[in-house]
């Protein structure tokens, strides 16, 4: 399904895909008494592709529950949110106000979530993270509503750093597109490069979404570093793997990033993605009951292979049931609703997770190398890390 820019659509999940397109509308509906989640993902752009994987991971958690919560059926109201973080708070408080959002999904860009954050810091609306992993969700700007199923941009970078160093690098150069995302991950590759004991030679930011490399990766075979550690993810991610290996860096520069640089890519980016060493809180060729039966329902479902984006879309839908469960679907209920959601425990295709204090995912990072155009997971990088949630203080 492709979704417009600027279009709203209102699906029965109950009642399968694609049900009504409507504009945005600008002035008061009526609440129904079913649950509606209004959803912003980006359905345009470099980011696309995510957004797509998001919502059939949160479809089927919710078409596995029946649809509904103590008969209460479950629709969305969906907006593309074109990763464009300037136009956020207009979208969610339209979602809010205008449309009767009894809870928010999203997002996937760091920025978009941290404009969805100041709305809903305000209106009190639960909010559930599948994606955008900005510290400040779960760190300074955190709140009894504000929930992440998938996890803080620190989180699967910082375990990087000690693997780099203990497999040999000792010089790196860092290289992410300039926003939050960017800067978070690399910033927590450096830091546990520089505690083992590592030198790192240069940070390249490049602006988002560029895809504009060429430039860059001239400099980084001039620097020649032993390993190079990036951001990248989606659309982009295919450029920049695709570039590297253009560029004749691929078997001379050790490629180290989170799984997004191959996350939904890996086929397309091919035999130049082999030997990518990341690290992530997923893997598809994880062989445990919950990820095959997940794996085989998406398929299903999609008609599509899963990935982590979709993983993550599937646990925020869990964790919402959880909360209305509680409720018997009543989403006007919510401190009953946050306080089951703290204390849930959601069998993810990742393997089991909880939440921080600061509503974050507590879980195991693995690490992956590509090998034969597959995923192998050479073992689990830092078992149940938590984010460390700098400056959240709890109201
Ligand atoms: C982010 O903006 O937080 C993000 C986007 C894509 C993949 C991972 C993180």
């Not at 994606?131 to 300074?140: I, P, Q």
């Not at 599509?304 to 959880?322: N, P, T």
Request: charge should be neutral; include cysteine; hydrophobic fraction near 45%.
């Amino acid at each position: 399904m492709t979704i417009s820019r600027r279009t709203v659509i209102a699906t029965g999940l109950a009642a399968g895909a694609g049900a009504l397109s409507l504009p945005l509308l600008g002035g008061c509906e009526k609440r129904s008494s079913g649950i509606k989640v209004g959803v912003m993902l980006p359905f345009t752009g470099t980011y696309a592709q995510l957004g797509e994987q998001i919502l059939a991971g949160f479809r089927l958690a919710v078409a596995e529950a029946g649809g509904q919560v103590g008969g209460r059926e479950i629709s969305t109201i969906i907006v593309d949110d074109e990763s464009d973080p300037g136009k956020a708070p207009e979208n969610a408080n339209r979602l809010i106000n205008a449309q009767g959002a009894d809870l928010l999904l999203g997002s996937v860009h760091s920025g978009v979530l941290a404009g969805m954050v100041k709305v809903v810091r305000e209106s009190g609306t639960i909010l559930v993270c599948p994606n955008a992993g900005a510290a400040s969700a779960t760190g300074a700007m955190c709140a009894p509503n504000i929930f992440r199923a998938s996890f803080s941009n620190w989180q699967p970078a910082f375990p990087m750093g000690k693997v780099a160093f203990d497999r040999g690098c000792r010089t790196a150069v860092t290289m992410a597109w300039n926003y939050g995302a960017g800067e978070e991950s690399v910033g927590a590759f450096e830091e546990s490069f520089a505690a083992a004991g590592g030198s790192l030679l240069k940070r390249i930011m490049v602006p988002f979404p560029n895809v504009e490399f060429q430039a860059h990766l001239t400099e980084i075979a001039a620097l020649k570093p032993d390993c190079v550690f990036v951001f990248f993810a989606g659309a982009g991610a295919l450029k920049f793997v695709k570039d590297w290996a253009a560029a004749g860096l691929k078997g001379r520069v050790r490629l180290l990033s989170t799984g997004f640089i191959t996350e939904g890519v890996l086929k397309d980016q091919g035999a130049d993605a082999e030997g990518i060493l990341t690290t992530l809180h997923y893997a598809d060729a994880l062989q445990t009951p919950e990820n095959l039966r997940f794996r085989a329902a998406f398929r299903e479902a999609a008609k599509r292979e899963a990935d982590v984006y979709s993983v993550q879309g599937y646990d925020a839908g869990q964790l919402m049931l959880k909360g209305l469960a509680a409720v018997n679907g009543d989403a006007s209920q919510r401190p009953a609703m946050i306080a089951a959601m703290e204390k849930a425990e959601i069998v993810s295709p990742r393997g089991r997770f909880t939440l921080s204090a600061a509503h974050n995912p507590v879980q195991d990072i693995y690490l992956r190398e590509v090998q034969g155009g597959k995923e192998v997971v050479l073992g689990v990088a830092h078992a149940a890390l938590s984010d460390p949630a700098r400056g959240c203080r709890m109201a």
